[in-house]
């Protein structure tokens, strides 16, 4: 989910569903998934984060990855 949408910043949540992760990696792109580039970090069982230096007028796609943790799914 998206919240608190400014013409450069927004906060990506989500629901944790993994175990044993040491943080989650947000990617986003801007060519609907072919390229990802980093989007923001955040440590264990975080469920948002806030993403800046967007450019107004441009779709963005974002995925979460769990890291260090044998399940990636959030």
Known sequence: AIDGATASTLTVNWTDRS???SGFTVEKS????????AGGTVAANATSVQIT??????TYHFRVKAT?????DS
Do not use: M, Q
């Open 68 to 72: 260090g943790s044998a399940e990636n």
């Open 53 to 58: 230096g967007l450019a107004a007028g441009t």
């Open 19 to 21: 175990t044993g992760e």
């Open 30 to 37: 801007i060519d609907a998934g072919s390229n990802w580039t």
